[in-house]
């Protein structure tokens, strides 16, 4: 196995894989469905397939199914990561992508409101829609937790349907869908002086509890929606009384948007406190109306499905330039990731353009502003948006920061074969425990000595005697650092370990470097995790004892990875920084009880990873997908930050 830093295959063997997914995901449903659950659940199919109809996203035919009813399938969650290829571009062109540009506008505009708050917007709460009865938070932890959820749908946050040439325009297609293909969680101290949106890839494979079951994130609240619409109707029915289409509407909506809330604050550990929802509409108005964003390309683009066709460098995108920029999926080497660093880096730079001169003195750009924001934003009954303005009044964008969660696979397997986005929940948990941290919130739940560092169980001074030489060490590059298996493992002999494999990680999109083990309390894997820069210490009981599997992700900073041939010996570093603070690679250890789902596996069947904790969704060996995490992204800078 060569160690080049992760390896990518052409787009071909990308399309013939997925294809190949979505024949195993039909056999896979029939195969669990005997005749008798056939029977019973023959009501439940029928509404499942009209679901699919009703909530499919547009941008792939993937599949998704239940955990409880192989029957179950959700095109609002099957929409796969990488397109299938095919003859209707139109088709392709739609779904998540011009939702990921109003999230990413309107997100940008919302954090940074409060710069000029009354003077600019006024009332603008008075002209929002509202979603009431939302069961929310009241940042107890120390910040406001604001979920901002982008839907795919043809009407504007007042439920007009949209105009025939604004559909055009926005290239939305013609089918109106309840997809919510992209999910952002805003957290912004209550002292106003910064904010972090972090992204939540859409194919997140989550316990949608025991109506839905395994689903991806996105296909939550439209799955629910459609099965309280049919309640109600059927309800209504029984009664003898005429359905009421707008009470059915609002009433599916929130049980749709209930969901969503439950299973984002189940999946990050952190209570929602408000919640505001995007429509299609204000995309270009909202990009026009600062005279264009500016980005910057690594390479040149021509990609015809999306329309994305850009010069390498930097430029400025117009309103439906930026919809391409922002909505290409084919050829993006780290799939989703890489279309969640666009959705960022756009976001970086409405921020700036906002909090210009030019915009900030300009009363008919802020009056387009204010009229695009209306047309397209849905918030929870009761936000005070002003005081959020007032509470941001001295945020600059430099303090506007934005990052993804931590993802344990980008290219899993869900339960019928599709491809989902896999996670463990502790290491997302401590991942928001950290920004907790940093926004100087104190969390006053009951459980807020949470999984990440000090507070796990992790003490290096207990690390105990140990032989290194009793121990083989695989090394495993899953980054795109070339050489950093050989490096590391170089290290790893020089102190003493026997190294047995040094290459290639079978799974990509590993986000957390991590040392594996049997037995987590091992004592020389506990040494070499210390050794190497205090990496996290993960239980696999697939490994025979003696063997330790170390995978170094593209966030590896620890010895070796500089490949100038100066890295000392392990043994005279010693043991790395001994900070388990639950920054960085050692967040996360702690375990979970309710795991659901089964762990990554390679092409033999055996647990590569062992991820501890709530992960859900299994993961297939995979050569073609680059796997280090998003950089963090501010809004601060002299220009746009370069990306694929």
Known sequence: MSDNGGSRGDSHGRHSRHRRH????????????????????????????????????????????????????????????????????????????????VLAAVSAVMLIGGTYGHFSFGNIGSDLSQAGGLNLGDQKDGATDILLVGIDSRTDAHGKELTQSEIDMLRAGEEDTTSTDTIILIRVPNDGSSATAVSIPRDTYVDGGSDLGNVKLNAVYGQTKYYKTKELEEEAAAAGAQSNEQDIEKESSQAGREALVTSVADVTGITVDHYAEVGLLGFVNLTNAVGGVDVCLNNAVDEPNSGAKFPAGQQTLDGQDALSFVRQRYDLPRGDLDRITRQQVYMASLANKVLSTS???????????????????????????????????????GNVTFETIPVTSIDGTGDAGESVVTVDKNQVHAFFDDLVGESGGSNDSDDSDSDSGEDSGESWEDIGEYDPAGSVVGVYNASEVGGLAARVGDLVAGAGYAVGEVGNAAETGVSESQVNVADPNDPAARGLAKQLGGLKVVEDSSLPAGQINVTLSGTYDGPGTSDSGVDEPLEAIGGGSGDSSGSGDNAGSGDSGDNVGTPGTDATGEDVLGNSGDHVGGSETSEETSSSQPESIDAGGDGPLCVN
């Open 22 to 101: 979505s024949r195993d995901a039909r056999e896979a449903r029939k195969s669990y469905e005997t005749p008798e659950e056939r029977r019973a659940r023959q009501e439940r199919a029928a509404r499942r397939a009209a679901a699919q109809r009703s909530t499919s996203g547009r941008e792939g035919s993937g599949h998704s199914a239940s955990g409880r009813a192989a029957t179950a399938t959700s095109a609002t969650a099957a929409s796969s990561r990488r397109g299938r290829p095919g003859k209707k571009t139109r088709t392709r062109q739609l779904g998540s992508g011009p939702v990921k540009g």
């Open 359 to 397: 915009t900030l003195t300009s009363p008919s750009k802020l009056s387009d502003l204010r009229s695009a924001i209306a047309s397209s934003v849905v918030l929870d009954e009761g936000w005070d948006v002003m005081g959020l303005a007032t509470q941001m009044q001295n945020l600059a964008g």
